[in-house]
Each structure stands twice: as structure tokens, then as C-alpha cells.
């Protein structure tokens, strides 16, 4: 089965670093995504790990240690509109079927 | 910018009635999904679609789901016979070959 555990909220200062941390237990392991979610909307992507390090996208860094089976998504510069529900998911197949962490709500205050 | 479009945005049905969910995926796309999210809870999985078959399915998607993909551009989830606790935001995603899986913004269904 897939079981991810994340931190159930976080509050960070607007223009601060905030960091999001997953650890994992899969049968399988392809890679480790992450995605936002405002309330009442839709997943959206922000990044993809397949193998261990550091991907950065803009404001937003992703970590993965397969090893540990561990993975943090960073966000630096924080501003207002990044207050959101943070998911990291794993996918163990091609077919990139997504297992969802139990998710992070972020709130930025001023 | 292509998006996942969805209809209805909301739907309320009552017990044991039979829904229809519509997707339709972005155009050039190649794997589709389907994952629901029960209010206040995580995203699940709930099928994969590829090649014009079911790839895979968790242990949600019983034999009151369905999926169909009748033409060349409409995706469908359907429930056969509706219980309350089906009543989650559903939410169909495709993806082309990458990584990304791109959202729809759901469909609220509401079984009373």
C-alpha cells in the first residue's frame, strides 16, 4: 500500500522561507510529486522528483532522498497568495497514477 | 492555455440513482484520470486510462464505477448506483507524456 505523511499546517511570514516535509512508505516507488490546492479548487502541479536532489522552479525547490524515502517541497520569498493546502503524492508506475499525502495548509500572515 | 474542462460543476443525485460525470481532456493528451477528494480530506486515486482501457484502479473504483472514453474528445466516470458516501469533489486529470498531471475543476457531487 502507500502511506505519506505530511505536517497537517504550517504558518510562515509573508517574504519568509518555509519549508514542507513528506516521508513516504510505497510498494513501489517512481517519483515524488507535489502540487498546491487552493480552497475550492483544483490540484495544481509545482514539481516532479525522480531521483535524489534538488529540483528549483522559481520561488519553489523540491528535495527527494529515496534512501530515506523522504522528500520537502521549499518555498522561498512567501508571499500572500501562496497560502494554500500543500500535497505531495508518489506515483509507483509508468502510468503516474498519484497517491496523495494527507496534505499541508499553508497560511502566510503579514 | 489548454485546460481540463468538467461538467456539471455540480450535481446532486439521491441514493441508488445512477450519475454521469463528464471530462473533457486537453486535446493532445494521452492518460486520463479520474481521482475524488471527500471534503476537508486528501486527493485519492481513483483510475488511470490509456490506449482506450482502464491501466489501473484502486480498491474505490468497485463495480458500481465505470469509465468510458466514447469519442475522441469525452472522458466519463459513471456510478451505477450512488451511496452517500460517494457524494466527494471529483476530479479528472490527463497528462501527455511528462510528468504533470493537469486538473480539472471538478465536478461537487452531493448524494442525499
Known amino acids: 500500500g502507500q502511506s505519506l505523511e505530511q505536517p497537517s499546517e504550517v504558518t510562515a511570514v509573508e517574504g519568509a522561507i518555509v519549508q514542507i516535509n513528506c516521508t513516504y512508505q510505497t510498494s513501489g516507488f517512481y517519483g515524488l510529486s507535489w502540487y498546491q490546492q487552493h480552497d475550492g479548487g483544483a490540484p495544481t502541479f509545482l514539481s516532479y522528483n525522480a531521483l535524489d536532489g534538488l529540483e528549483e522552479t522559481g520561488r519553489f525547490s523540491s528535495f527527494l532522498s529515496r534512501s530515506d524515502s523522504y522528500g520537502y517541497l521549499l518555498l522561498q520569498e512567501l508571499q500572500m497568495k501562496d497560502s494554500a493546502s500543500y500535497f505531495c503524492a508518489t506515483s509507483n508506475t509508468g502510468a503516474n497514477n498519484l497517491f496523495f499525502g494527507t496534505g499541508t495548509r499553508l497560511t502566510v500572515i503579514p | 492555455e489548454p485546460e481540463v474542462t468538467q461538467t456539471p460543476s455540480h450535481q446532486v443525485t439521491q441514493m441508488g440513482q445512477e450519475v454521469i460525470l463528464r471530462c473533457v481532456p486537453i486535446?493532445?493528451?494521452?492518460?486520463f484520470y479520474w481521482y475524488r477528494q471527500i471534503l476537508g480530506q486528501k486527493v485519492e486515486f481513483l483510475v488511470s486510462?490509456?490506449?482506450?482501457?482502464?491501466?489501473?484502479k484502486s480498491e474505490i473504483f468497485d463495480d458500481q464505477f465505470s469509465v468510458e472514453r466514447p469519442d475522441g474528445s469525452n472522458f466519463t466516470l459513471k456510478i451505477r448506483s450512488t451511496k452517500l458516501e460517494d457524494s466527494a469533489m471529483y476530479f479528472c486529470a490527463s497528462r501527455k507524456t511528462g510528468d504533470e498531471q493537469y486538473f480539472g475543476p471538478g465536478t461537487r457531487l452531493t448524494v442525499t
Open positions: 486510462f490509456y490506449n482506450n482501457e482502464i491501466s489501473e
Open positions: 486535446s493532445n493528451h494521452l492518460y
